[in-house]
């Protein structure tokens, strides 16, 4: 996976990803730095992308 790929992400990431995004722009955070903070905040929050099932939780 590249830098910047959201591939390995589920959708449900993804939506709460942009709903954090939506908020750091409503604050008049830039939108290139309201994305970057957003996948972060989204990063902290799940761990980072789709989980294997390895008993992870």
């Known amino acids: 996976m590249t830098q910047g790929d959201k591939s390995a992400y589920t959708d449900k990431q993804k939506r709460q990803a942009k709903h954090i995004e939506e908020g750091y722009e409503k ?3 830039s939108e290139d730095e ?3 903070r957003a996948w ?3 990063n902290k ?6 989980k294997s099932g390895s008993g992870k939780h």
């Open 27 to 29: 604050k008049g955070v």
């Open 34 to 36: 309201a994305k970057r």
């Open 40 to 42: 972060a905040t989204e």
């Open 45 to 50: 929050i799940s761990g980072g992308g789709k």
